[in-house]
C-alpha cells in the first residue's frame, strides 16, 4: 500500500478506535446510573483510544517511509557482485539509477549486464516487500495499540488528563520542531562544507580571488582545474547589497518618516498598504522584471551616455532589489519612530523646534539604534535574496566595484552549482553547501546582532 | 530688555529659512513615497504591458478535406495505420486553397504558418471520429508562433517577425478574410509547459502550486498553531524555552535557499525522496513559513484577554480546556490570517524549488503528490529564461496569473481581519 493510503487508514483507524472507546465507556457507565459516575466524559474515552491506536502508528510510518529507501538501495548495493560494487559515492549513485531505471521499465533489462539486471529485480521484490511489510506492521501497530487502550478503559480511568498530557508533549513536539529545523540545516550543510573543506583548502576558499567551479568531467582532461576562491562572489554580494541599501534605505526611512509625522490618516491608510504591496510581490517578478526591463534600460541608458555597461550590471539587480527592501525599511522604522515617547516630540516643539527639527534633532537620533537594527536585517535579506540575483546577475565572477559591470553573487553560484545534473561527491557540488554555510553564518549574524540592538533599544522606551 | 529684543529678532531672521527647510524636508518624503509608489506602478503597467498579449491566441479556420488517399490511411480505427498517416498533408492542402494566389510551390511556405501540432490536433480529431474520413470538416486550428507574433505584434520593433513579405502579405488577407482569428487563449489554460509557446500553458505549473500548498498547508497550519499554543500556554519560563523562541526569530529570518539546501541534503539525499515533487516542496515550504505562522499565531493568542481564561477557570475548567474551548476559537481568525499571509509568501517561492529540481521541463499535468511537477513562480522563471519573445509574453502573462492569485489571497486575509477579528 502507498504511504499516502496507508497514512488515511490509520486516521480512519483511529477514528474506529475513538468510536469503540466512546462506546465502551458508555457501556461501562450503563450500569452503574449514567456517565456521571465515569472519571471523565465519554470524549476524553474515545479520544485516548484514537491517540493510542494512532500515534505510534503514525510513527511506525514515518519511520519506515523516512528510511526504506536508503535500507533498500545498501542492501541493493551490499548484495552486487564483486566485480562491479562501486569504490566511489559517485559510481554507486550511478549505478543505482541505472538500477533504479531497469527496475521501473525505462530501460529494457537486455541493454544492461546481466548482475545489474538481476539487481533490479533484487530491488523491486525489495520494494514490494517493504510496502508489504510496512502496510503490515502499521495496521497491526495500530489496531494492537487500540485495543490496548481500550481493553484498559475503566470507569475510575482519568481519561481527561491522560489525553491532555499526550497532547501536550505533542503540542511540544510541533514547537521543538524550529530547533530540529536549525539542528538540520546546521547539520547538512556543514557535513557538505567539511567533505568540501576535504578536497580544497579552507585557506584558498576564503582567501582564493579567482571563482570559476569547472572542474574536470574525466580525470585525464587539461583544460580545467577548478579555482574556489570565494572573494570575487563575497565582493559581488556586497556591492549588489550596497546599491540596493543606496536604494532603500533613504527611500524607505523618509517614507516611514512621512507616514507616521506628517501623512494625514486617509493618505497613510491608502499609502501603507500599496507600500506594503511591493513587500509582496514574489521575487521571480522582481526578477523578471529587473532582467528584461531595467536592465537594458540601464545599459542602453549607458550607451547613450558613451559609457560601456554590461547587459547584466550589478546595478539593474541591486536597484530592483532596493525596491523589494523598501517596504522592509519603511515598515521597522515606522515601528521604531512610532516606539519614541510623544513626550519627546511635545517638549521639543514646545521650544518651538519646528517638526523637521524635532525629527532631526530629537526623535532621529533617539530612533537611531533601532533604525541601525532594522538597516541590519535589511542587509541580511539582501545577501539572501536568490531570485533577482539568478535572473539579473550574471555568471562571470569579476573583482570589481564598477556598478555597470557584471558581478555574480554567493546565491546565484549556488542556484548554478545545483541545479542540472550533478554529481553528489565532485567539489563542485560541495562548494554551493560550502557558500550555504557562508551565507548562514552571514545572515545569522546580522540577524543575532539587529534583534539584540532592536530589542534593548525597545525596552529602553517601555 | 534689548538683549531679550534682539533675540526674538534674531529668531524672526531664522524663520524664513527654517520653514524653507520644513518644505524641503516634507517634500523630501513626499518624493521618497513616489519614488515607492513610481515603482509599484512601472512595474504593474510593464508586466501587463508585455503579458496582456499573452492572453490572446491566434487560431486559423479551414475546410479540411479529410482524403483517405492523401492521408495513407483508410482504416482510421486502427493504431497502426493512424500512427504512419500523414496527417499534415489535408491541412497544408486546406490553406492552400484558402489563399488566392497560393500554389503547389509554395507549400512549404505555406506550411510554415500552421501550428506544427495541427496535425496531431487533427488526427486525435480524426480518432475521435472514424466516419470524417472521406468527408471535409471545417475545423479550427492554432496557428504558427510566428504568425501569432505577426498578428499580435507586427508593428513592435522589439520582436522579430520571422515571416517573409510573401507570408505576410498573406496573413494579411487571411486576417481581413477572418480565416484567422484572434481570440481568448484558453490554451494557456488548459495546457502543460511545450517547446512551442502557442502550445505552452500554465495549467501543469498551477496544478503543482495547488498540490504543493495543499501539502504545506496541512502541515504548516497544525503544526504551527501547535507550537503557538505551546508556546504561549503551556511553556515554562526557562532556558530552553528561550532557546526555542530564539531559533523560531531566526529561522524567520533564514535566506529561503538555504531552506533549500536542507530539503536537498535532508530529504533527497538523506530520506531517499524523489526530485521535483511536490510532496518534497511542500515539506521544504513548510519549515520555510512555519515562523510566520508561529509568529502571528501567537500575537493572535496573546491578543484574547485574560478575562476569558478566568472565567472558564472559575468554572472548572481544566488548563487544556479553557485553550481549546475558549482561547483557540476566539484567536482563530487571527491565526487563520497569519497563515494566509504565509500561505501566500510560500506561493510566491521560487528560490528553495530550484535546489530540490522543480525546474524540470514537464509536459504533462502532474495527477498526485509523487507526481514530477513544477510550479507557477519556477515555470516564470523558466520562461523568463527563454530568448523567444513569446515565451516571455506567456511569462508576463503567467505573473498576472499569479499576482492575481496573491493579491486575492491577501485582500482575503485582509477581509478576515476586518470582518472576523474581535477588537476587545
Not at chain 1, 74 to 82: F, Q
Not at chain 2, 21 to 29: D, I
Not at chain 2, 64 to 78: F, S
Request: net charge neutral; glycine share 8%; aromatic share 8%.
Amino acid at each position: 500500500m502507498q504511504p499516502a493510503n496507508l497514512l488515511l487508514l490509520t486516521l480512519v483507524l483511529a477514528i474506529v478506535a475513538y468510536w469503540l472507546g466512546y462506546a465502551r465507556s458508555r457501556s461501562l457507565a450503563m450500569p452503574l446510573g449514567g456517565i456521571r459516575h465515569l472519571k471523565s466524559l465519554p470524549f476524553y474515552y474515545g479520544a485516548r483510544a484514537a491517540l493510542w491506536s494512532g500515534i505510534p502508528a503514525l510513527i511506525v510510518l514515518g519511520l519506515w517511509a523516512a528510511f526504506q529507501g536508503k535500507v533498500i538501495q545498501m542492501i541493493v548495493i551490499g548484495g552486487l557482485p564483486e566485480g562491479i560494487i562501486p569504490a566511489t559515492d559517485g559510481e554507486a549513485s550511478l549505478l543505482l539509477s541505472k538500477i533504479s531505471n531497469v527496475a521501473s521499465g525505462a530501460l529494457p533489462p537486455g541493454f544492461v549486464e546481466a548482475p545489474i539486471a538481476e539487481a533490479a529485480e533484487r530491488l523491486q521484490a525489495l520494494r514490494t516487500q517493504s510496502r508489504f511489510l510496512m502496510s503490515g506492521l502499521v495496521i497491526s501497530v495500530a489496531v494492537l495499540a487500540g485495543f490496548l487502550g481500550w481493553l484498559r478503559i475503566r470507569p475510575r480511568l482519568n481519561a481527561r488528563s491522560q489525553v491532555e498530557s499526550i497532547l501536550k508533549w505533542v503540542f511540544f513536539a510541533c514547537a521543538a520542531l524550529a530547533i530540529l529545523t536549525t539542528v538540520g540545516i546546521i547539520f547538512s550543510v556543514a557535513f557538505e562544507t567539511f567533505r568540501f573543506f576535504g578536497k580544497v583548502p579552507f585557506t584558498e576558499f576564503i582567501f582564493g580571488s579567482h571563482w570559476s567551479p569547472q572542474t574536470a568531467l574525466r580525470a585525464d582532461q587539461v583544460a580545467s582545474q577548478g579555482a574556489f576562491g570565494m572573494i570575487p562572489l563575497f565582493t559581488g554580494t556586497l556591492l549588489i547589497s550596497a546599491i540596493a541599501m543606496v536604494v532603500a534605505v533613504p527611500v524607505g526611512l523618509l517614507s516611514a518618516i512621512y507616514l507616521s509625522e506628517y501623512a494625514g490618516r486617509k493618505v497613510r491608510g491608502v499609502v501603507k498598504p500599496l507600500l506594503e504591496m511591493l513587500a509582496g510581490i514574489p521575487t521571480v517578478v522582481y526578477g523578471f522584471f529587473a532582467a528584461l526591463t531595467v536592465a537594458p534600460f540601464i545599459s542602453d541608458l549607458a550607451a547613450s551616455m558613451g559609457i560601456e555597461a554590461s547587459s547584466q550590471s550589478a546595478l539593474a539587480a541591486g536597484a530592483v532589489m532596493g525596491i523589494m527592501i523598501i517596504p522592509f525599511v519603511s515598515s521597522l522604522s515606522d515601528d521604531v519612530i512610532n516606539a519614541v515617547p510623544q513626550a519627546m516630540r511635545d517638549g521639543s516643539l514646545a521650544l518651538g523646534a519646528t517638526q523637521s527639527e524635532t525629527m532631526k534633532k530629537v526623535i532621529f537620533p533617539a530612533a537611531l539604534p533601532g533604525i541601525m537594527g532594522g538597516i541590519l536585517l535589511a542587509v541580511s535579506r539582501a545577501i539572501g535574496e536568490t531570485m533577482i540575483v539568478v535572473m539579473a546577475a550574471g555568471l562571470a565572477a569579476n573583482l570589481t566595484a564598477n556598478p555597470l559591470e557584471t558581478v555574480t553573487t554567493v546565491t546565484v553560484q549556488i542556484v548554478t552549482l545545483l541545479t542540472g545534473d550533478q554529481e553528489f561527491d565532485s567539489a563542485k557540488t560541495l562548494a554551493a553547501f560550502a557558500l550555504g554555510a557562508m551565507l548562514f553564518l552571514a545572515t545569522l549574524l546580522l540577524n543575532v546582532i539587529a534583534l539584540k540592538i532592536v530589542r534593548k533599544y525597545r525596552e529602553q522606551y517601555d | 530688555m534689548t538683549d531679550q529684543r534682539s533675540q526674538a529678532e534674531i529668531v524672526r531672521q531664522s524663520l524664513k529659512r527654517r520653514y524653507r527647510k520644513e518644505r524641503r524636508f516634507r517634500a523630501y518624503g513626499i518624493m521618497a513615497i513616489a519614488i515607492a509608489l513610481g515603482a509599484l506602478l512601472i512595474l504593474f503597467t510593464d508586466i501587463i504591458g508585455k503579458g496582456y498579449t499573452g492572453f490572446v491566441k491566434t487560431t486559423i479556420t479551414m475546410d479540411v478535406q479529410l482524403d483517405g488517399e492523401m492521408m495513407y490511411l483508410d482504416d482510421p480505427t486502427d493504431e497502426r495505420q493512424i500512427k504512419m498517416a500523414d496527417f499534415v498533408e489535408p491541412l497544408v492542402q486546406a490553406l492552400i486553397k484558402e489563399i488566392p494566389g497560393a500554389t503547389e510551390d509554395d507549400r512549404k511556405q505555406v506550411r510554415e504558418l500552421i501550428n506544427p501540432y495541427a496535425s496531431v490536433t487533427l488526427r486525435d480529431a480524426l480518432k475521435a471520429n472514424p466516419e470524417w474520413l472521406g468527408t471535409t470538416q471545417t475545423m479550427t486550428f492554432l496557428t504558427h508562433t510566428d504568425v501569432d507574433v505577426y498578428v499580435k505584434h507586427a508593428g513592435d520593433d522589439a520582436y522579430s517577425i520571422k515571416l517573409n513579405d510573401q507570408q505576410k502579405t498573406w496573413v494579411d488577407e487571411l486576417l481581413e478574410r477572418d480565416v484567422i482569428e484572434t481570440s481568448f487563449n484558453d490554451v494557456f489554460f488548459s495546457g502543460g509547459d511545450s517547446r512551442d509557446p502557442s502550445k505552452a500553458g500554465i495549467l501543469g505549473a498551477i496544478v503543482g502550486s495547488l498540490l504543493t500548498m495543499f501539502v504545506t498547508l496541512i502541515l504548516s497550519f497544525p503544526i504551527g498553531v501547535a507550537a503557538a499554543i505551546y508556546l504561549e500556554e503551556f511553556a515554562p519560563q526557562n532556558k530552553f524555552t528561550d532557546f526555542i523562541e530564539v531559533n523560531i526569530n531566526n529561522l524567520a529570518a533564514v535566506p529561503s535557499i538555504i531552506f533549500g539546501l536542507l530539503g536537498l541534503a535532508v530529504f533527497i539525499n538523506l530520506f531517499g525522496m524523489p526530485r521535483s515533487v511536490p510532496v518534497v516542496g511542500g515539506l521544504v515550504l513548510t519549515l520555510m513559513t512555519l515562523p510566520t505562522i508561529i509568529i502571528s499565531s501567537r500575537a493572535a493568542i496573546k491578543s484574547v484577554p485574560p478575562s476569558i481564561r478566568e472565567a472558564a477557570e472559575g468554572i472548572g475548567a481544566s488548563k487544556m480546556q479553557v485553550v481549546l474551548h475558549h482561547v483557540l476559537p476566539l484567536a482563530m481568525p487571527g491565526m487563520l490570517t497569519g497563515s494566509i499571509i504565509g500561505m501566500a509568501q510560500a506561493l510566491g517561492e521560487t528560490a528553495p524549488l530550484l535546489l530540490i529540481g522543480m525546474v524540470a521541463f514537464i509536459v504533462d499535468v502532474p495527477d498526485g503528490f509523487f507526481d514530477s511537477a513544477t510550479v507557477l513562480p519556477v515555470q516564470v522563471f523558466l520562461w523568463a529564461g527563454s530568448p523567444e519573445l513569446a515565451f516571455i509574453e506567456r511569462a508576463s502573462a503567467a505573473i498576472m496569473v499569479l499576482l492575481a492569485f496573491l493579491i486575492s489571497m491577501n485582500a482575503l486575509a485582509i477581509w478576515m481581519r476586518k470582518r472576523l477579528e474581535r477588537r476587545w
